[in-house]
């Protein structure tokens, strides 16, 4: 009587072993792969069951309850594997469409600093001073919360800051209104740059011929920095900054006081041509690259103490 199982087992075990094999194989919707799946499960199931209570039953004296747990167990244990796969499928599943819904919540993100970026830099050609202000504003809590625009943000502000700004023969903005606005971007080009001790990276500054009027970036860390053919009015601080690359001054005046005492120049400091109508400090500055100072006129105080 206990052989009786065993062909059906055996033909059970075999198609749930084809039907799964085949599964695997074959491309085809989940729903559907996970029925086929619980096909050849209970397939299994059923043959590993009728296969082992056979051989079980075969024994001399055997105990047919002890042989029917035992082989219960055996299918229950192909059920208890299945069971664990569906539900790291599912997990597998879940956790993919979790990674898809935030690859696109980043998507959307991007895009809609994006359109940010380029309505402000739009507005920064508004004739509106306090407009003007707004998108210096909106370009710089960009860069806070979106890291990645930082260095192109610092960019537009340099930007702006070259563009020509007259003056009167005595120095004084011919547009106070323009003057308020580049001092906004002066004090927030100054509020991106990280402090003197900041490991990197480090922001760039190209502010070739621009026109500054107290320009403070105190105890900041830049990388770069060109002030070539710049305009300093006023007092300007550069003082206790870091410059981790070259820096270059190359040719340009300062109408006031400049600040450059405990700067350190890890890069070429190029002071070429450079000319101050007004008192420059360097006292306490730490020259660690290539220095040059050919061509430059100091017509006021320059300090150079240790």
């Given at each position: 009587?206990?052989?009786?199982?065993?062909?059906?087992?055996?033909?059970?075990?075999?198609?749930?072993?084809?039907?799964?094999?085949?599964?695997?194989?074959?491309?085809?919707?989940?729903?559907?792969?996970?029925?086929?799946?619980?096909?050849?499960?209970?397939?299994?199931?059923v043959?590993?069951?009728?296969?082992?209570?056979?051989?079980?039953?075969?024994?001399?004296?055997?105990?047919?309850?002890?042989?029917?747990?035992?082989?219960?167990?055996a299918?229950?244990?192909?059920?208890?594997?299945?069971?664990?796969?569906?539900?790291?499928?599912?997990?597998?599943?879940?956790?993919?469409?979790?990674?898809?819904?935030?690859q696109?919540?980043?998507?959307?993100?991007?895009?809609?600093?994006?359109?940010?970026?380029?309505?402000?830099?739009?507005?920064?050609?508004?004739?509106?001073?306090?407009?003007?202000?707004?998108?210096?504003?909106?370009?710089?809590?960009?860069?806070?919360?979106?890291?990645?625009?930082?260095?192109?943000?610092?960019?537009?502000?340099?930007?702006?800051?070259?563009?020509?700004?007259?003056?009167?023969?005595?120095?004084?903005?011919?547009?106070?209104?323009?003057?308020?606005?580049?001092?906004?971007?002066?004090r927030?080009?100054?509020?991106?740059?990280?402090?003197?001790?900041?490991?990197?990276?480090?922001?760039?500054?190209?502010?070739?011929?621009?026109?500054?009027?107290?320009f403070?970036?105190?105890?900041?860390?830049?990388?770069?920095?060109?002030?070539?053919?710049?305009?300093?009015?006023?007092?300007?601080?550069?003082?206790?900054?870091?410059?981790?690359?070259?820096?270059?001054?190359?040719?340009?005046?300062?109408?006031?006081?400049?600040?450059?005492?405990?700067?350190?120049?890890?890069?070429?400091a190029?002071?070429?041509g450079?000319?101050?109508?007004?008192?420059?400090?360097?006292?306490?500055?730490?020259?660690?690259?290539?220095?040059?100072?050919?061509?430059?006129r100091?017509?006021?105080?320059?300090?150079?103490?240790?």
């Open positions: 009587m206990q052989w009786a199982f065993l062909i059906p087992g055996l033909v059970s075990l075999g198609a749930g072993a084809v039907i799964g094999t085949l599964s695997l194989w074959r491309k085809r919707h989940y729903a559907r792969i996970e029925l086929e799946y619980l096909l050849a499960t209970v397939l299994v199931s043959g590993l069951f009728a296969v082992v209570s056979s051989w079980l039953l075969s024994e001399p004296n055997a105990n047919r309850g002890e042989a029917l747990k035992t082989a219960g167990l299918g229950g244990a192909v059920v208890a594997m299945y069971a664990l796969w569906l539900n790291d499928r599912r997990r597998r599943v879940e956790e993919r469409r979790h990674e898809l819904e935030s696109r919540t980043e998507f959307d993100r991007e895009r809609v600093a994006d359109e940010r970026f380029a309505k402000a830099v739009e507005l920064l050609g508004n004739s509106a001073d306090q407009v003007r202000v707004g998108a210096l504003h909106v370009l710089a809590g960009l860069a806070r919360s979106r890291p990645a625009y930082t260095q192109t943000v610092v960019d537009v502000f340099c930007s702006y800051l070259r563009q020509p700004f007259p003056r009167d023969p005595d120095g004084t903005p011919t547009d106070p209104g323009e003057g308020q606005v580049r001092k906004t971007a002066q927030l080009i100054a509020g991106l740059l990280p402090p003197a001790d900041h490991p990197g990276p480090h922001l760039d500054l190209d502010l070739t011929g621009a026109d500054l009027e107290y403070d970036i105190t105890g900041r860390a830049v990388g770069e920095i060109l002030l070539r053919r710049a305009q300093l009015h006023q007092s300007n601080a550069l003082k206790g900054c870091v410059f981790h690359e070259d820096s270059y001054f190359t040719a340009m005046v300062n109408h006031g006081m400049l600040h450059l005492n405990d700067t350190t120049f890890h890069g070429r190029w002071f070429a450079f000319t101050a109508h007004g008192p420059v400090r360097f006292h306490r500055g730490r020259f660690l690259g290539l220095t040059k100072f050919d061509g430059a100091f017509h006021d105080v320059l300090e150079l103490r240790d």
